[in-house]
């Protein structure tokens, strides 16, 4: 019997070295971090008192590691499940649109009003063009002058991109996606959040582009939408908050084909073929002109312009401002 309380007794003085809970932590053994060498000591002279290894637990379900659910974050993620930030525009419309319609809000609440990326004479809109399509509203700026996000959204391309030049194309939690291109600088990254109205690039006239001007898409699921059905360029504002997207529109409206048909909307193409041109010698200038259309329609180029006027090829112009032809 005294040989049982004798035996008794030691165990119990054995395990009192591992704590209330039968084991050291980490920290207990190793110092926390910052702790002098004292304190590392005094762990490893504890370390030597444990004579056997615990095992550790099984991971419950509750414990296991969730799946990276970081692409969640993007806008629109569940209409794209893809975050492309080399491409311009890696989606086909035909086979990512899968119902009739849809119904697109604009500006949602919470979202910050919509702002004109820059307010300025249209110079070209979205249509047929030199025997090729056009997806853009070209907007008259100044190289340097700035350039804002129409609204709140993604940067999702940020980069010099073919005939884009320097470009930006910021994805929007309605699903819809709005480019700008021809930049002489841009001013954000890819993955960064903007308000409408933020500051994204300065205008230019980088890439496949005649002058300074800013080429502007709105785009869903990568088709080029006509700007001009959802905004007022006079008045800075939308002309509609909610539309209805059906592929019938697609069809008599935003295709190749239907571009092709709309050739005659385009301001290049003869819009002022009889009331524009020059008047004795002078020619008044007119909302949507720039030198290139002047020199056009009057058989003149920029640089004669130019010269007789004493101004610039990059020059902004005036609504009814008289230039010698």
């Given at each position: 019997m005294k040989k049982i309380i004798t035996i008794l007794s030691i165990t119990c003085i054995s395990l009192s070295g591992f704590g209330a809970t039968g084991f050291l932590s980490p920290d207990e053994r190793n110092g926390k971090p910052g702790d002098d060498k004292k304190g590392t000591k005094t762990a490893a002279k504890r370390e030597d008192t444990t004579c056997f290894v615990l095992s550790q637990p099984e991971p419950s379900p509750e414990m296991e590691e969730t799946p990276d659910t970081c692409l969640i974050t993007f806008p629109s993620h569940d209409l794209y499940t893809s975050w492309d930030v080399n491409s311009a525009h890696p989606y086909n419309f035909n086979e990512s649109f899968k119902e009739d319609s849809v119904v697109i809000t604009l500006v949602q609440p919470g979202d910050s009003?919509?702002?004109?990326?820059?307010?300025g004479?249209?110079?070209s809109l979205f249509g047929w063009r030199r025997y090729r399509p056009?997806?853009?509203?070209?907007i008259q700026l100044r190289t340097g002058e700035k350039v804002v996000s129409a609204f709140d959204g993604m940067v999702r391309l940020?980069?010099?991109?073919?005939?884009?030049?320097?470009?930006?194309i910021i994805r929007h939690s309605n699903g819809l996606e709005t480019v700008y291109a021809h930049l002489s600088k841009?001013?954000?990254e890819s993955g960064q959040k903007v308000n409408a109205g933020s500051l994204i690039g300065l205008g230019g006239n980088t890439g496949?582009?005649?002058g300074s001007h800013l080429h502007f898409e709105m785009r869903y699921l990568g088709q080029a939408l006509d700007t001009q059905d959802f905004i007022d360029y006079e008045k800075g504002t939308l002309k509609t908050n909610t539309f209805v997207l059906r592929k019938s529109d697609v069809d008599n409206k935003y295709n190749l084909r239907a571009l092709h048909n709309r050739h005659k909307q385009d301001v290049g193409m003869g819009r002022y073929s009889k009331s524009s041109k020059a008047v004795n010698g002078t020619y008044v200038v007119r909302n949507g002109d720039n030198l290139w259309l002047i020199a056009k329609r009057n058989k003149t180029t920029v640089k004669n312009l130019c010269a007789k006027n004493r101004i610039k090829p990059n020059v902004k112009l005036r609504l009814g401002q008289k230039l010698k032809i």
């Amino acid at each position: 019997m005294k040989k049982i309380i004798t035996i008794l007794s030691i165990t119990c003085i054995s395990l009192s070295g591992f704590g209330a809970t039968g084991f050291l932590s980490p920290d207990e053994r190793n110092g926390k971090p910052g702790d002098d060498k004292k304190g590392t000591k005094t762990a490893a002279k504890r370390e030597d008192t444990t004579c056997f290894v615990l095992s550790q637990p099984e991971p419950s379900p509750e414990m296991e590691e969730t799946p990276d659910t970081c692409l969640i974050t993007f806008p629109s993620h569940d209409l794209y499940t893809s975050w492309d930030v080399n491409s311009a525009h890696p989606y086909n419309f035909n086979e990512s649109f899968k119902e009739d319609s849809v119904v697109i809000t604009l500006v949602q609440p919470g979202d910050s009003a919509f702002v004109l990326p820059f307010k300025g004479n249209l110079t070209s809109l979205f249509g047929w063009r030199r025997y090729r399509p056009h997806y853009g509203t070209d907007i008259q700026l100044r190289t340097g002058e700035k350039v804002v996000s129409a609204f709140d959204g993604m940067v999702r391309l940020a980069k010099y991109y073919y005939g884009y030049g320097n470009c930006v194309i910021i994805r929007h939690s309605n699903g819809l996606e709005t480019v700008y291109a021809h930049l002489s600088k841009i001013l954000v990254e890819s993955g960064q959040k903007v308000n409408a109205g933020s500051l994204i690039g300065l205008g230019g006239n980088t890439g496949h582009s005649y002058g300074s001007h800013l080429h502007f898409e709105m785009r869903y699921l990568g088709q080029a939408l006509d700007t001009q059905d959802f905004i007022d360029y006079e008045k800075g504002t939308l002309k509609t908050n909610t539309f209805v997207l059906r592929k019938s529109d697609v069809d008599n409206k935003y295709n190749l084909r239907a571009l092709h048909n709309r050739h005659k909307q385009d301001v290049g193409m003869g819009r002022y073929s009889k009331s524009s041109k020059a008047v004795n010698g002078t020619y008044v200038v007119r909302n949507g002109d720039n030198l290139w259309l002047i020199a056009k329609r009057n058989k003149t180029t920029v640089k004669n312009l130019c010269a007789k006027n004493r101004i610039k090829p990059n020059v902004k112009l005036r609504l009814g401002q008289k230039l010698k032809i």
